[in-house]
């Protein structure tokens, strides 16, 4: 089964398979006991993925007996820089609520419904545009796992009206990932590359990614889920060779402000320079405090 948008896979073969070991794993599995099962229900019990909507007094969180979210444009920064990319430059408290947050477990981190959240935090959090509440935003510091994605594609996007929606992925990997003829120590780290859907059809603001290039994990996912539902969408993969948070990867995305989506968004410079050497410095503070 493909994972992400554009996978080549290799079709199932039963070439190899003898009776003896289809026999063999249909006992392995018949050999489950009360308990296995038990454990395993409380596994993925844990492992389940929880969207709380918090919408203002007045307005119905979307669910079963709600209408879904309208939304024009719902823009979502996956990984530390990309987060903190949208807190230098597009959020601030007196133009965006947070309307919802994520609860999710697995091997490489912990999330909870809180948003009073440090950037170094692993949480995962949804912001509406006060003036326009067609604009949503999420930031999403946290890994979200491979058997947990489609859970939380469902659970986000089965609460967005799908109708005129176009989205916008940020993210980053290792520029170590990227597939070219030259070497990447001669590449100008950090750099831009875009995926999009076939229905976006707006101007990109960095050269596409070109084959055999893929994108994975969670930035792949809503991708691919947009792709499948027609909607209009863009991915910006930042390539870098720093994992932390870190200025130079955060200011890789300054194009992107010029796009049709962020133009209007983008708060006054003087604030965004003074967002972003707070959010720096908060972020070598509690480094220092656990070192």
Known sequence: MATFFGEVVAAPSRAGVDDEEEEEAAGEALQETPEDREIRRRVEEKREVAVRWALPAGEAAPGAAAEPLRCSSFVVAVGHNAAAFLSSFILDSVCWEVVGAVKLWNEWCRTSNTTNVLPTDSFCLFYRLISDPTVLLCQCSCYVAEDQQFQ?????FGHIQKEGLQVTILSTCPVADYKTQESTLTLPSPFLKALKTKEFKEQVCCPLLEQPNIVRDLPAAVLSYCQ????????????TDVIKLDTVTIEAFKPLLSSETLKNLVKDVSESTKSLKKL????????NIYI
């Open 152 to 156: 939380w594609l469902e659970k986000v």
């Open 228 to 239: 499948v539902w027609q909607i209009p969408a863009v991915l910006y993969q930042c390539y």
């Open 280 to 287: 720096l410095t908060t972020n070598e503070t509690h480094n």
